[in-house]
């Protein structure tokens, strides 16, 4: 969802068919795989898939973003522990094989993706900060309309707490929200104590529990239970991807798959095979967003203390990396730069050196999410822990 026009040059997604690298570098030409020679082009689209220009340093001085403005945040206190979650506290020692596709979820999992769908259909910017202190770990959730609804003259704060309250307690049958309305303001005046060293998370998050199984902690609970007792944070921002942009997308990936497998030869055959497997996940993430929901994706992690942070930093690794992302694995990237950023909720909008051939991978610290993948990140613990109840049904 673009913002109004006079905010245009400013949104992470408006500018992804003029060049504007918003970060002062000159645009790059985009070059199609099959236009140069087959070992170049192929390993440029491998390059493109795997982030490997990421790792160059960036010019802290260039570094831009797009604030995300009027979010209103929801505090989550607790849930409901269903009958769904007793079944799977009782099948807890069997153990289903892991299933490697990106697109595959932890059963549980499920209801925020509900929930991220049904936001993306309101075309809304979300939020989602989890605040970890001595006491316990809090979660916040946001949203971020451009106008209400249609037909409604409630306060845009209003709107966007009732919305998030009758998602929420839709999709997990009974959710605890603090009836406190909090404001960007308030969040930030709970984030700026925190952001001492500040990274931001890039690349495809696996979908695995604790143990590689569904019935493991949540990925969430694993960050909260290495840090407990300590002060930390993480948030994720995200802007809803137009259809158009996505269908464009998906029209650039089969063309890419024809061009790849009529000019693979014999000395290029491996390198052509992981080329399309590469393509081939890249699609399935695309095709199904267009169904539930697409989001460009940026995600902060902070913490007062660089012992406490290098902990936060190895547990994301940890927690979200595995052998089975693709196409594009996570990746920690640490900035003393980013604190303004963070602080204004902002979306870092800095293309990437080398433009891509794929418009929705041209951002350096961005990564395109369908509403599962952003599960991942987005999602709340399923067992009693410090700062968050979970009640019995």
Known sequence: MLPDDESLDKHPLADA?????????????????????????????IREFRLNDIEDPLNEAHLQSWPIPGITFVKLDGILNS????????????????????????????????????????KAYIAFATIGNTVGVSYFMGLALQQPPE???????????????????SVYNGIDIHQRIYSSDDLRTVIEPLANNIGVVTGIALLKSGAGDTFGQEQIERIASGLQ?????????????????????????????????QNGNRETKRRVKYYLKLQEAYLRHIQLGQSIGHWQVGVYFFAPKPDVFVRLQSLIKATYLDE????????THVS????????????????????????????????????????AYIHLPKRDMPGFKVHCS
Do not use: W
């Open 151 to 169: 037909g409604m003259d409630q306060n845009l704060s209003s709107v966007c707490y009732n919305i998030q309250r009758s998602i929420l307690n």
């Open 17 to 45: 068919d003029n060049g504007n690298d918003g970060g002062g570098t000159p645009p790059r030409r985009r070059t199609a795989v099959g236009a140069g020679g087959p070992d170049d082009d192929f390993e440029k689209g």
């Open 83 to 122: 009958v769904e979650l007793d079944e799977e506290c009782v099948q807890s020692n069997e153990q289903p094989p892991q299933n490697q596709d990106p697109n595959q979820m932890p059963k549980r999992l499920y209801l925020m993706e509900d929930a991220l769908t049904g936001l993306s259909s309101q």
């Open 229 to 261: 007792g300590d002060e930390f944070g993480m948030l994720v921002l995200a802007a809803p991807i137009p259809q158009k942009m996505l269908s464009d997308e998906e029209y650039i990936i089969l063309d890419q798959i024809q061009k790849a497998q």
């Open 324 to 331: 089975g992302v693709r196409p594009t694995p996570v990746r």
């Open 336 to 375: 003393r730069s980013l604190k303004k950023h963070l602080l204004d909720f902002g979306l870092l909008r800095n293309h990437r050196a080398d433009s891509p051939i794929h418009k929705l991978l041209q951002y350096h610290f961005l990564t395109p999410l369908n509403s599962r993948m952003l599960s």
